[in-house]
């Protein structure tokens, strides 16, 4: 892990987060790191945390999102119906 531990040395303070960048449409990449975009119901593709090296993608339908945040830039992290999580990359409906 890169994660910085909870008694880990001198905090430095966070950069501003960029704005995120103006939506793609349907069909180009980057859909899935939308949050408005991902329906509770649709079918989608996403890489699980155990595939992110490889880049495996996983279909399923989701049951609930995880990110609380509208954008983010790696994908909108998901709970699917079969209680698999992972990042959405790319939606079915689109292809």
Request: proline share 13%.
């Amino acid at each position: 892990g890169g994660g910085r531990s909870a008694t880990g040395g001198p905090r430095r303070p966070r950069r501003p987060r960029a704005p995120p960048p103006p939506e793609p449409s349907p069909g180009q990449p980057g859909r899935g790191c939308f949050r408005k975009l991902i329906v509770v119901g649709n079918e989608v593709w996403v890489v699980k945390k155990n595939d992110q090296r490889t880049g495996v993608e996983t279909k399923g339908t989701v049951m609930r999102h995880l990110t609380n945040s509208p954008y983010h830039p790696r994908g909108i992290k998901v709970m699917l119906t079969s209680g698999e999580v992972g990042r959405v990359t790319r939606f079915v409906a689109d292809e």
